[in-house]
Antibody
Framework: QVQLVQSGAEVKKPGASVKVSCKAS????????IHWVRQAPGQGLEWLGW????????TYAQKFQGWVSMTRDTSITTVYMEMSRLKFDDTAVYFC????????????WGQGTLVTVSS | DIQMTQSPSSLSASIGDRLTITCRAT??????LNWYQHKPGKAPKLLIY???SLQSGVPSRFSGSGSGTDFTLTISSLQPEDLATYYC?????????FGPGTRVDIK
């Protein structure tokens, strides 16, 4: 069965970096894009970008360009989302999700990783 | 960027009620519109994709319609487990923006 399992919660200081992992299983890893979505406390869902695990190419929302990086390791079917220069308002639950079809519907999601930015 | 709006922002309804949530895009997104259900502490769940296609395993009381800029999600008979926030998302052009969400409470 398709599963996306994310790494555990993180607490970081402002200005630090965080790297969240998303391990995929149960399907052909290189056949589907992985998207990253976050939800800050009391807020809605926000799309950060996607990565093509086949090519390692990524597309980011402009807001996140330059300080978010998505990469993959095909040998362990894992995608990473690294965010640098963290600010307090980057505190959020970060989700990875599999994108399917030409419309990129997100059909399977990871369990979410809470990243807390606190001094 | 394509902006998405939803209405209402919240609603309270009784079990068995028929609910309609609307989603509007600032430009045509043809049918590149998905709906998700999100419960606290859980991952979002895909309900409807391509505006009107029911995701496998989703109860048939959920349906979607629309194209271009205006879309609706309908719950034909509200159930207790439908307590959640519902989001639309356009996947016509990156960034794949979400609507602000509609919170559904049970009376």
């Amino acid at each position: 069965q398709v599963q996306l399992v994310q790494s555990g919660a993180e607490v970081k200081k402002p200005g630090a970096s965080v790297k969240v992992s998303c391990k995929a299983s149960g399907y052909t890893f290189t056949g589907y894009y992985i998207h990253w979505v976050r939800q800050a406390p009391g807020q809605g869902l926000e799309w950060l970008g996607w990565i093509n695990p086949n090519t390692d190419g990524a597309t980011y929302a402009q807001k996140f360009q330059g300080w978010v990086s998505m990469t993959r390791d095909t040998s362990i079917t894992t995608v990473y989302m690294e965010m640098s220069r963290l600010k307090f308002d980057d505190t959020a639950v970060y989700f990875c999700a599999r994108g399917v079809g030409s419309g990129s519907r997100l059909d399977f999601w990871g369990q979410g990783t809470l990243v807390t930015v606190s001094s | 960027d394509i902006q998405m709006t939803q209405s209402p922002s919240s609603l309270s309804a009784s079990i068995g009620d028929r609910l309609t949530i609307t989603c509007r895009a600032t430009q045509s997104i043809t049918s590149y519109l998905n709906w998700y259900q999100h419960k606290p502490g859980k991952a979002p769940k895909l309900l409807i994709y391509a505006a009107s296609s029911l995701q496998s395993g989703v109860p048939s009381r959920f349906s979607g319609s629309g194209s271009g800029t205006d879309f609706t999600l309908t719950i034909s008979s509200l159930q207790p487990e439908d307590l959640a926030t519902y989001y639309c998302q356009q996947t016509y052009r990156t960034p794949f923006t979400f609507g602000p969400g509609t919170r559904v409470d049970i009376k």
